[in-house]
């Protein structure tokens, strides 16, 4: 059956998102906001002769994540921000040890135990590293339903193309919101390149296969960090990004995810009262998009940053503009959703 | 597995290749390494039964004929560099996941043979939530469990299997079970739950023994293979220096105390039930 337009919400159209990207093993434990992900996928998957295992913990269901992307297979796991955080050692080995996956954080309040009402205060996590070493993940923002249902599949591509973790940054609205969105529930398979490396049995193979991220020897372990850094460094080509209204802005507003919706509401609102406001939304956190803000900067008046934490993303738009531009931070913790009306206010304050 | 052709070659190897090999066509190689164990030198301290145990899983692994097929999860402890030793495919897990790890390669890969190797800190201590439920799960996969009451890699100290009144670098003046609490029993543990289909504990310190431990390895190697459930044979190991023993020391000390802790025998085997098979 083609892709048709349907109702869908946020966190189900994920699950048939990974079903569509090729997703061959889910392995994950419940957390609210995200819990319709394997709900869906605990159905959805052994129809399809696939892997569900609803797992221990978090800790349990990223190494389980582990093995299964050791064997070669596409394997994911999905939770929200606590449950992410004990995923943190797991996600620096797999990302040692070179191993392709998808981690999905739909995000809540925090720190602590915090709530379950949506944020944005896991970006550090998510793009500076998270767990220990020098380390980092593709990392997409999707800002609508349709995105969620995409980017699973872009995620895995990445995550192949690369050989490391990739991980999808929602929150709870995006989780949990409904809107139009092209679904299709027998997507053709993707194509997944060989991995000769895989820790599958050695079938014939000459040589074994070992997965692993002990390298006890220094030398070696900082050549293995330099390869590590230099496939990051190459990364950079697959900078994602989405501008609106910005040739003529003189404020540039930067948010992601479902900050960028209500900063684009809020640029609309402001260009009616006579303010020329446009959005840049980074789509990868990570490979960020430095070099696309600094440009998108260059004749704006001000940088208005929107981010549902304390102020995150916002250091690597400064980074990025490194003082060319004054930026400007609004943020919003605990779960607090601010109205375009209010985004518009920062912009109208930023522009005086 | 034996042929005039590995005869000749253990020969050749042994002499410098000074005798002529026709000469040799009549002899019968009687031992020699399986061909699942790689031929690099163990790292293990002297009077370990590591290597001893790896050899067996080794032994196992070609009795099976399943080294092309096999892949093997690692831990964290003496034997974090165990992928070096084996000729089959090996992934290294963090501590105590292993059998989490093994979940992933099972369920992704039903028809291969998935073991894991795994010391009693990381099986009884930080692992012990994701060997409950691998167990519970009945996951089919064969777990090779070195118990030598010590964590010996990080320096001698203690762990949940040592013994009241040991001395380890974190209990000096002996496990205070007031203070530490009390050896944890893992076959006792585990064998309560639905989907151990074999578990044995064998004390690896005479030939009779390791024998012993062939016969377990293979009931625990077919509970995965016949699709019965979880395979767990725990092997109590000497560890004698962090004991601080001689090597004959510590195996006399395993026959007459440890073993009072930690009973040798068959917990679980649904192989032998009629009703399972």
């Not at chain 1, 394997?75 to 004990?86: D, I, K």
């Not at chain 1, 989405?242 to 609309?268: F, H, N, P, Q």
Request: with cysteine; hydrophobic share 40%.
């Amino acid at each position: 059956m083609p892709a048709k337009m349907q109702l869908t919400k946020g966190n189900e159209a994920l699950a048939m998102g990974a079903i569509a990207g090729g997703c061959d093993c889910f392995f994950g434990y419940p957390i609210t906001p995200q819990n319709e992900v394997p709900e869906v996928l605990s159905y959805e998957m052994p129809k399809r002769g696939r892997v569900f295992v609803q797992a221990e913990s978090e800790v349990a269901s990223i190494n389980m994540v582990y093995g299964a992307a050791a064997a070669g297979k596409r394997a994911m796991t999905s939770s929200s921000s606590p449950g992410v955080s004990l995923m943190m050692e797991g996600l620096s080995y797999i990302a040692c040890a070179e191993l392709p996956c998808l981690i999905v954080n739909v995000m809540r309040g925090g720190p602590g135990l915090g709530s379950i009402t949506p944020s944005q205060g896991d970006y550090f996590q998510a793009c500076k590293g998270g767990g220990h070493g020098d380390y980092h993940s593709v990392v997409l923002a999707p800002w609508n339903v349709q995105e969620m249902y995409e980017f699973p599949a872009l995620a895995f591509e990445l995550a192949d193309r690369y050989r490391c973790p990739a991980m999808l940054l929602a929150d709870g609205v995006l989780g949990a919101m409904m809107e139009p969105a092209e679904i299709s529930d027998d997507a053709p398979p993707p194509n997944v390149p060989e991995k000769p490396w895989a820790t599958n049995g050695r079938n014939g193979r000459a040589h074994k296969n070992v997965v692993n991220s002990l390298v006890i020897d220094p030398y070696g372990l900082r050549d293995h960090n330099l390869k590590l850094q230099a496939k990051y460094k190459a990364m950079e080509c697959e900078t994602r990004w989405d501008t609106r209204d910005v040739d003529d802005a003189e404020i540039l507003v930067v948010a992601y995810g479902i900050s960028a919706r209500l900063a684009l509401s809020g640029c609309k609102l402001a260009r009616k009262k006579g303010i020329k406001a446009g959005l840049l939304r980074p789509i990868t956190l990570f490979p960020f998009p430095s070099k696309q803000i600094a440009e998108c900067a260059r004749n704006k008046k001000r940088i208005l940053v929107v981010e549902l934490s304390a102020g995150q993303m916002v250091e690597d738009v400064r980074l990025a503009v490194n003082g060319d531009v004054p930026v400007d931070f609004y943020g919003e913790m605990g779960g607090v959703i601010p109205s375009p009306a209010e985004v518009c206010e920062k912009i109208v304050e930023a522009a005086q | 597995m034996t042929t005039a052709m590995n005869s000749q070659d253990g020969m050749k190897k042994q002499n410098g290749g000074s005798v002529a090999a026709e000469d040799l066509v009549d002899l019968k190689c009687v031992f020699e390494r399986p061909q699942s164990l790689s031929d690099k030198p163990f790292h293990y301290c002297p009077g370990c039964s590591h290597g001893t145990y790896h050899r067996l899983i080794a032994e196992m692994i070609d009795e099976f004929g399943f080294m092309d097929r096999t892949v093997g999860i690692c831990p964290v402890g003496c034997a974090v560099f165990a992928y070096e030793y084996f000729e089959t495919d090996m992934i290294e897990a963090s501590h105590g996941r292993a059998p989490a790890v093994a979940t992933g390669v099972k369920r992704a890969l039903p028809d291969r043979f998935v073991f894991t190797y795994q010391g009693d800190g990381d099986l009884a201590s930080i692992g012990m939530g994701e060997i409950i439920h691998a167990a519970a799960r009945g996951e089919r996969i064969t777990v090779f469990f070195v118990n030598n009451g010590i964590f010996g890699m990080t320096g001698g100290q203690m762990a949940p299997t040592s013994l009241i009144g040991q001395k380890t670098t974190t209990s000096v003046d002996g496990r205070d079970a007031r203070a530490t609490g009390h050896p944890i029993r893992v076959c006792e543990l585990l064998s309560n739950l639905e989907g151990v289909a074999y578990m044995a504990r064998v004390a690896l310190t005479s030939p009779k023994n390791i024998n012993t431990c062939r016969k377990y390895m293979r009931k625990a190697i077919r509970a995965q293979t016949e699709d019965v459930g979880l395979g767990l044979v725990e092997v109590l190991s000497p560890c004698p220096v962090q004991w601080g023993m001689s090597p004959g020391d510590a195996l006399h000390h395993i026959e007459e105390d440890v073993v009072k802790e930690f009973p040798p025998g068959e917990f679980v085997d649904k192989l032998a039930d009629p009703v399972k098979a």
